[in-house]
């Protein structure tokens, strides 16, 4: 399918954009390069490539400027048959065989000649290749300009492809009026209406003419205005109506696996707008089931493999730390209410909320209702209807607020007598009275709750199916006591507390390292011993808070705690006080054990600068967070060779006056946040990457 084509004199914000790529052909080495434009549908990567490959510069420095229309059918003999027109060849060749036809093309091209092809639409990889062979290397200059809107083809083509942006909301604006209204003017009773209207287009081309047409086709009034405003969505989306945006909801969309959609539509699950943790996300999926495993990959891998599909046919906008793990996920505005209409035809989850009548939907169907999600503001209407559902295996609830207190012991047990077969069950939002109250929900593989806990009862050991336990309480004790013996949950992966978390013995020594847990956090230091985690060899995070200097004079022969944590990626050692002994110094054994090491925070730990350079030697460590009083004294001295894979570096110290460090000893870093008021002067050669937070 050809990527839509905007008139290119009715663009706007394109002339910069053309300039640069411009000079990408024009400019450059003497060898064949590839020029990829890469972006959504609609964004007007064949609007671009059109401007370009007519421009005067191009035409005349190019003795020969062909342009072909690929598409998802990428048939290879067609292409090389426009190819050999374009050349001055024949239209007919009877020969199938691709190197053939390649061989063919290069006869026509003389030592005189700079081709310049354009692929239009490209969806695959082995295009590439193919192509990269019709010309021939006479050090001229080729060039292939090609679009696409998969980011895995651009980037294969070449180290440098060209993103194109969405349009800022002025431009977005400009190009609205100049479609509307020509060169005249918009009135300015509609400006503001306008602007809001452009801001839902999201920056996207296609949506903003394709709004335009609906808005020509009223008068110019802010009533007729504020319809379409109200309905924005509704006239972008028309089922196949070419004139729309329906190609890009279709194109990207039915383009999925059957899992991947559903894993698509479950984000739709979370409010509009919402940014979406991507490990609570991922988490969420494989507690539904919607992952399959896989014997070369782990559930997790699949998952995020699977969100970077999702952003290459741009359904969802990721967010990624600097140093390259996704952090958040967020499905795109524009077209959120069409998917979520796909979301009730596909019958993924059924959404609970207050109809213009006040009314609740019933959820009595179990074809329509086995997940649902509901809003806080509407729960107590939801309770009120006494429900019974035993066919409901999800129930998620939203709320604006960090916590919202319920009403009544008595209605939360409504909740939890309707769904008594519940796998998921996430309201960290609601406050609930007591955790007795979960008893009996032996099907439980995914739980996020908040209230007043002061433990985790004995009887959640039994829920033998768990995969995530989620607990933020409010209580005023310190810890929060684990009575349920977690270490006999073979499924459980994560356990994260806000409060430091005092873990229970192993009740047995069987089965020694068979755990599957990946995250601890957070974990109070006295349990952190060889007793309480020798089965916890799987972990990638674990974080503690507490008397750290406890535990380090514990360990005095060096976390030997941590010996065979092969996996642990992150750690955290967080001490709610000053630590004191001048006798502390940073174990040996944190460098023996913990070989894969990539993040690393301590705060309050008080050791000496000196140890400060032994950090360098976690050869994997790319974040290292050094918070209040990591370490104590007034030079640190880095040593050239060390930090070599560093790349974010954070310093928090009242003591520290002077830093003898420059690019040479932190090669890699890209963020660098300080906060040293006593420093006598920044290293000038990484002020660059500095930031606030």
């Not at 400009?174 to 003017?185: D, H, T």
């Not at 609740?360 to 209702?369: K, N, Q, T, V």
């Not at 004294?633 to 520290?656: K, M, T």
Request: glycine share 4%.
């Amino acid at each position: 399918m050809q990527d839509t084509f905007l008139e290119v004199k009715q663009v706007v914000g394109f002339d910069d954009k053309a300039k640069y790529v411009i000079r990408r052909l024009i400019e450059g080495s003497e060898d064949l390069e590839f020029v990829p434009i890469v972006g959504m549908a609609g964004l007007g990567k064949t609007t671009l490539a059109r401007k370009v490959w007519s421009d005067s510069q191009v035409t005349t420095e190019f003795s020969k400027n062909i342009w072909v229309s690929v598409g998802q059918s990428n048939e290879l003999k067609q292409i090389f048959f426009v190819i050999l027109k374009f050349m001055g060849g024949v239209e007919e060749f009877r020969c199938d065989d691709g190197k053939e036809l390649a061989k063919v093309i290069r006869e026509f091209v003389t030592e005189k000649d700079k081709c310049l092809i354009v692929l239009d639409n490209v969806w695959a990889r082995d295009l590439v290749d193919f192509v990269k062979n019709v010309l021939p290397e006479n050090k001229k200059g080729h060039r292939i300009m090609m679009t696409t809107r998969l980011r895995d083809v651009a980037s294969y083509a070449s180290e440098y492809p060209y993103d194109l942006k969405f349009l800022t909301s002025d431009e977005s604006f400009q190009l609205l009026k100049k479609r509307v209204f020509g060169s005249g003017r918009c009135s300015d009773d509609l400006v503001k209406l306008g602007k809001s209207i452009a801001r839902k287009c999201s920056g996207l081309p296609l949506a903003l003419v394709v709004i335009a047409e609906a808005l020509l086709k009223v008068h110019p009034t802010e009533y007729d205005w504020g319809k379409i405003e109200d309905n924005v969505w509704q006239h972008l989306v028309k089922e196949n109506d070419p004139t729309s945006c329906w190609k890009i909801v279709e194109t990207n969309y039915k383009s999925l696996s059957t899992e991947m959609k559903a894993c698509f539509l479950y984000c739709l699950a979370f409010p509009k707008g919402y940014d979406i943790p991507a490990q609570k996300l991922i988490r969420l999926w494989i507690a539904e089931g919607l992952i399959r495993s896989s014997p070369r990959n782990t559930l997790e891998e699949i998952a995020e493999s699977y969100l970077g599909k999702l952003e290459e046919r741009d359904l969802v906008t990721l967010s990624r730390e600097i140093t390259g793990p996704i952090k958040k996920v967020k499905c795109n505005d524009m077209f959120y209410e069409f998917y979520k209409m796909e979301v009730n035809n596909e019958r993924v989850f059924q959404e609970l909320r207050l109809t213009p009548d006040q009314g609740l939907p019933s959820i009595r169907d179990p074809d329509i209702s086995r997940r649902l999600h509901i809003e806080f503001s509407a729960l107590s209407d939801f309770i009120s209807t006494k429900p019974i559902a035993e066919h409901v295996r999800s129930f998620l609830c939203f709320s604006s607020e960090e916590q919202s207190q319920f009403s009544a012991p008595d209605n939360f047990q409504l909740i939890l007598k309707a769904f008594p077969l519940i796998r998921v069950l996430k309201i960290e939002p609601v406050k609930i009275p007591s955790s007795k109250y979960l008893n009996q929900l032996f099907h439980l593989r995914y739980i996020s709750i908040s209230g007043d806990f002061k433990e985790l009862p004995a009887f959640f050991g039994k829920f033998w199916n768990l995969q995530s336990i989620i607990i933020n309480t409010s209580t005023p004790e310190p810890t929060l006591n684990i009575k349920a013996n977690i270490w006999n949950l073979s499924q459980l992966r994560h356990f994260q507390t806000n409060k430091p978390a005092k873990l229970p013995l192993p009740s047995t020594q069987k089965g020694e390292g068979r755990s599957s847990l990946q995250t601890l956090s957070i974990v109070a230091p006295e349990s952190c011993n060889k007793v309480v985690l020798r089965n916890a060899r799987n972990l990638k995070k674990l974080s503690m808070r507490g008397r750290i200097e406890d535990f380090l004079q514990t360990n005095k022969d060096g976390f030997s705690t941590f010996e065979g944590f092969n996996c642990l990626e992150n750690l955290k050692l967080i001490s709610v006080d000053p630590c004191t002994s001048d006798a502390l110094q940073l174990p040996r054994a944190l460098f023996r054990f913990l070989l894969k090491l990539k993040k690393l925070t301590l705060s309050n730990t008080m050791f000496d600068w000196n140890d400060a350079t032994k950090l360098g030697q976690l050869e994997c460590l790319k974040v290292l967070k050094l918070k209040k009083d990591a370490f104590t004294g007034r030079l640190w001295n880095p040593v050239i060779g060390d930090f070599r894979e560093l790349q974010v570096l954070w310093i928090q110290n009242d003591d520290l006056q002077r830093w003898e460090a420059t690019r040479v000893h932190f090669p890699k870093v890209r963020k660098l946040v300080l906060k040293c008021p006593n420093l006598e002067s920044e290293p000038a050669e990484l002020s660059e990457f500095k930031q606030t937070s």
